[in-house]
């Protein structure tokens, strides 16, 4: 493997959802890594007994919290989000560590074949606390477009105001991303945050 990429790999009987359904889902991750700007080229292989995943790296990047505040690369970002929630797929760990700053943008990464693996001796949905709706934190089913809506304004908070969302302001959140898609949330917050620049 080049060092312009990364690669991942899963055993199949880690992931709990159909081959159908994790197959599909690579699908749509590798054609969206292919028209949206914020996903990195990503291609999977299928064997019989594994994933493997090999995604383009992003040279000399940050992570979300020591990002600049960029409008426009975050105005891009939320369209990009918007279009990966038309197309179905939910990314349920959409969190600081998972979104990143390099060569002149934002980018989304991390992107799991399937919502719920079997790690540390249990089945268990992917996700990072408090990244997450908190309306969706006990289901066993999979998280939906509302976790990753409020984890990205979470995200916003702590990257860009160094703070975390309290519980009621979280609430106030999930309430408002029910309605709201990705680029309205990021217009409502950039609106509602006199301390960024």
């Not at 991942?8 to 959802?17: F, H, I, P, R």
């Not at 809506?149 to 969302?165: D, E, G, H, M, N």
């Amino acid at each position: 493997m080049s060092k312009q990429h990364i690669t991942k790999t899963w055993d199949w009987q880690l992931l709990q959802e159909s081959r159908t359904d994790i197959s599909k889902r690579l699908r749509q991750i590798e054609y969206l890594s292919k028209i949206l700007p914020s996903i990195p080229k990503t291609r999977f292989q299928l064997s019989d007994k594994k994933i493997i995943q090999t995604q383009r790296k992003i040279q000399q990047h940050l992570r979300f919290k020591k990002a600049p505040f960029n409008q426009n690369g975050l105005t891009q970002l939320a369209k990009d989000l918007d279009h990966i929630t038309a197309a179905g797929i939910v990314h349920a760990d959409l969190c600081p560590r998972n979104i990143i700053w390099g060569e002149g943008q934002y980018w989304i990464v991390d992107w799991e074949p399937a919502q719920i693996q079997f790690r540390f001796g249990k089945w268990s949905i992917i996700f990072t606390y408090p990244y997450i709706a908190p309306s969706e934190i006990e289901t066993t089913t999979g998280l939906t477009t509302l976790s990753d809506k409020v984890a990205f304004i979470t995200s916003l908070y702590i990257a860009f105001q160094k703070k975390r969302l309290s519980p009621k302001l979280q609430k106030y959140w999930e309430r408002l991303a029910q309605q709201r898609s990705f680029e309205e949330l990021l217009t409502t917050y950039l609106h509602s945050s006199p301390l960024l620049p």
